[in-house]
Structure formats: structure tokens, C-alpha cells
């Protein structure tokens, strides 16, 4: 049975050309002109991409006394109405656990849900020697990925004794460390000095986590991988002082640096969480929302390749939560800034907001686009060319993307398993019109087509193997 996507662009990282995709089974076999298939997909006047990949996620995660809202399901059905196709979750480790009784969890959440395929980062929050003896064998687990709080404080938080630890184990095993880089135990302090003066309203959230806080723990994490030789990915960075870390490191030769930032963060501010009432809350995410400067910084970090990934942080929770079967949100908070449960919803939006408000203004280019959202996460997270690439031999993860195609987002209309959306109202130009995973068509249109169960666990090679 084959396929062909005929009569598009194709973009990749690196090219833009006209070409038809033939796809047999679940992938690609050849990319040129004219080519034929037994059914056809029409993509005149489209682009064709890879399939967005995010690799930052929190689906079905217990997290501020509360579960965030989307499960491997309903994520995966928002996630493919937005053109990705597929995401690296969190499997968080529960204190004492071992790394595979933590999998093993997560892989439970996903199964006979997943409709688009997926894989497991570990969060590692308790590092006996046992666990550090095992972290090698996440390459046979296939989740060659951590990360490590340096916030939470009394929840999910390492200290520095375990940061390095697992820094020089990753080191030796061709690991990937992930950092949440944010200085948790000054934070608390400032916490507790805003909650003991009366200061309880949401945006007190973003005055506790100064920039400056995440600009030093970023730094702290670089010098310590430079140290124990790891690979660093630092996730959602969100402003001036964290980038110039990371430039910094680049700049004095260290070439084991990444970063990613995340879509939301070019267009909020700490002045988002200051809205009418507790309408912030929906604002209210870790690290939290900066300064206008912040975001012409970031614009300037993924043109320049300071940064290498846009992803989402999709951590959904509820506005008006525990109500008609609907888990606790952010009204958990009602009364404390402290109690809101940090997340917002994104997996949905990502595609679409960057290039409306990316590529179609100039800020970066269209296979830049491309690069930061499908390729550079396949490339970084070891599955390169499998995913994130369209040429003979990739799965056939695919969307045909109407460049001219308009969408007005709205949580009415969102998948998203919330009650709003940050982007509500927000007019959009460029959609997918259709959207593929290992050959089978998830979305056309407005219509979902996928299947729960459909989707697979991507086990995914050691960094940069
Ligand atoms: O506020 C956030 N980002 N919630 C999810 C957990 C995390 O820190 O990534
Ligand atoms: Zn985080
Ligand atoms: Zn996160």
C-alpha cells in the first residue's frame, strides 16, 4: 500500500524544493517528481515538514497537588491538530523508586492511549547509589535523557551533590543531562518573605523567581557539566542573563551546551500574572513569565543558535478545576500564589504560533522553523533520521502545512483537555491541513482520524550516537 503527497514544497532543516513524498507502509521511500501511489494526498500550495517533535511535556503528571489535565490521549489528539507528531515526556522518579520502576509508570499512562508516537525522558529526584549504578542502563531502556530539578524546593529538587553525580555518570555512558535551572533554595526564601508580608496574588509567583536566580543555576549547571564532561541541555530558558550563560559557554570552546526555550516565553511578560482578579493564574508556570527585553533576547538566541530547540513545557492544568469530574487546577491557589499548580497548556499552539508570529514576520526563517521544532529534537534526543527528517528511510511522520490556512485559537475549539488557552483569540495564519504518523493519516482538516493505541515508544540511541 502506497501513498503519495503530491504537488507540495518540501522543507527540511536545510532545503526548500518542490517534490511528491512517496510513502510505503509506515515510511518514506522516495522523494522527487512525479511519483505515484495508490491513494494521493494533495498538497498544492502546502508545505511539507516533518512532523513536529516536543520534547518537553508533562501529560498525566502528578505535580502541586494535582494531576496535570491531558492524558496520553487527549495530548496526543491536541498535540497531532497542531502538527506534532511526536513528544518526549517526563517520567518523574517517585522517591525510592528505581529508574525502571519509574518507566515503568510512565509507559503504563501511555498504553493502549498513545495515538502519536512518543518517548520518556527520567526525572531524577533521588540518587542512592543504586539508581546512580543504574542510570547506565537507560540505554537498554531506550530513555537516554534526564533531567534534574534545581527548584521545587522539598518536592522535586536535587542538590548539587547529586547534580554532579549524575553529570559524571551521564558523562561516562553518553547520557543527555537536562537541567530545571532555577535557584530553588533562594527562591524558597523569597517565597516565604512575600507569603509572611500578605503578598498572595499570582503575580507574586514571577516577583519570588528573578531572573536572576535562573541566570545563576544556569550557570552553575554549565560550569559543572564542563567539569564532569556531560552533555547539558538546559530546558525552558526565559531570559537575557540565562542566554548570556549559555553564550558564555559557547564562547570559551564548550561545544557539550544546549538550550532550549519555549514558545510561550516570546510573548508573555511577568505582567501577564498581574491581570484582572486571579485571570494570572493561567500564567503561572516555572520559571515564570519575564520582561519584554527577554523575549527580543530569545528572538535573537534561536536566530543566532544560542538556542537549539522550541518546545512547549505542555503542563495543562484545569483554570476551574475539581468540578464536574474535572481534576483540581489552578483555583488550588485562590488564596496563595504558592498553591497554584505551575504549568500551562501549548502542545497544541507551538506549530502554528511560530510561524505566524516567526516565520511570516521575518524573525526566523522558514527552515530554521523546521530545524528548531522537528529536526534539532530528533537530532539531539537520538532518533535522527527515524524522525524529524523527510528523505527515503524516515517514518513517514509528515504534515502538509497550508502556509495561507487561518485558525482563531480558542480553548472552545482547542483539544487541549483545558479550559483555556494562553493564545486565546489569537488569529492565526498557517495550519496543518493534514497531518501523518508512520503513514497513517491522524488529522485531515478539522477531522481526527487517529487511533488510541496507535502510537509507539521510540526507543531512542545514547547522545550523539
Ligand atoms: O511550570 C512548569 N514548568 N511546570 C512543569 C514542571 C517543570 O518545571 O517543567
Ligand atoms: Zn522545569
Ligand atoms: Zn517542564
Not at 527577554?294 to 536566530?303: E, R
Not at 508570529?357 to 529536526?375: A, D, Q
Not at 493519516?441 to 526507543?459: C, N, S, Y
Request: charged residues 20%; glycine residues 10%; proline residues 4%.
Amino acid at each position: 500500500m502506497t501513498t503519495v503527497i503530491k504537488g507540495g514544497t518540501v522543507v527540511t532543516a536545510s532545503d526548500t524544493f518542490p517534490a511528491d513524498v512517496l510513502i510505503e507502509g509506515e515510511q518514506i521511500v522516495a522523494v522527487g517528481k512525479a511519483l505515484s501511489g495508490d491513494t494521493t494526498i494533495d498538497a498544492s500550495g502546502a508545505y511539507v515538514i516533518p512532523g513536529g517533535i516536543d520534547v518537553h511535556t508533562h501529560l498525566d503528571m502528578p505535580f502541586g497537588g494535582t494531576t496535570s489535565s491531558d492524558d496520553f490521549f487527549t495530548g496526543h489528539r491536541a498535540a497531532a491538530f497542531g502538527g506534532t507528531t511526536m513528544h518526549i515526556d517526563f517520567a518523574i522518579q517517585p522517591k525510592g523508586a528505581t529508574l525502571r520502576e519509574t518507566l515503568n509508570i510512565w509507559h503504563a499512562k501511555a498504553r493502549g492511549k498513545a495515538a502519536i508516537d512518543y518517548g520518556f525522558h527520567v526525572a531524577i529526584t533521588d540518587l542512592p547509589d543504586s539508581v546512580l549504578a543504574e542510570m547506565p542502563r537507560c540505554v537498554e531502556y531506550g530513555a537516554t535523557s534526564m533531567k534534574l530539578f534545581l527548584a521545587y524546593k522539598g518536592a522535586l529538587q536535587v542538590d548539587d551533590t547529586t547534580l554532579f553525580r549524575a553529570m559524571q555518570q551521564a558523562a561516562a555512558h553518553d547520557l543527555l543531562i537536562m537541567v530545571h535551572a532555577e535557584n530553588g533554595d533562594a527562591i524558597d526564601i523569597l517565597i516565604k518573605e512575600a507569603l509572611a508580608a500578605g503578598h498572595l496574588t499570582p503575580k507574586y509567583h514571577a516577583l519570588t523567581r528573578p531572573a536572576g536566580l535562573e541566570a545563576e543555576a544556569t550557570g552553575r549547571a554549565i560550569r559543572l557539566a564542563e567539569v564532569a564532561g556531560a552533555n547539558l541541555y538546559v530546558v525552558h530558558l526565559t531570559n537575557a542573563g540565562a542566554l548570556e550563560q549559555v553564550r558564555l559557554a559557547h564562547a570559551r570552546g564548550s561545544t557539550n551546551i544546549y538550550a532550549e526555550t519555549c514558545t510561550q516565553y516570546f510573548f508573555f511578560t511577568k505582567d501577564d500574572l498581574a491581570r484582572e482578579g486571579f485571570e494570572g493564574a493561567k500564567w503561572v508556570c516555572s520559571p515564570p513569565f519575564r520582561e519584554v527585553s527577554d523575549q527580543v533576547a530569545l528572538w535573537q538566541g534561536v536566530a543566532d543558535t544560542s538556542l537549539q530547540v522550541i518546545s512547549t513545557d505542555h503542563c495543562p492544568f484545569w483554570f476551574e478545576g475539581g468540578v464536574q469530574g474535572r481534576s483540581p487546577g489552578k483555583e488550588l491557589g485562590q488564596g496563595s500564589f504558592a498553591a497554584i499548580p505551575n504549568g500551562c497548556p501549548g502542545i497544541e499552539e507551538r506549530l502554528m504560533v511560530l510561524y505566524t508570529h516567526g516565520v511570516r514576520v521575518g524573525k526566523i526563517s522558514l527552515n530554521r522553523w523546521v530545524e528548531l521544532c522537528c529536526t534539532n529534537p530528533a537530532k539531539l534526543f537520538g532518533c535522527y533520521p527515524q524522525k524529524g527528517l523527510i528523505a527515503p528511510g524516515a517514518d513517514a511522520d509528515i504534515v502538509v502545512w497550508g502556509p495561507e490556512t487561518t485558525r482563531t485559537i480558542s480553548a472552545a475549539t482547542n483539544h487541549q483537555r483545558t479550559d483555556y488557552s494562553l493564545y486565546e483569540g489569537w488569529q492565526l495564519i498557517g495550519a496543518p491541513r493534514t497531518v501523518l504518523s508512520r503513514g497513517r493519516v491522524l488529522v485531515e482538516g478539522d477531522t481526527w482520524a487517529g487511533e488510541q493505541g496507535a502510537g509507539r515508544f521510540v526507543h531512542r540511541r545514547p547522545f550523539g550516537k
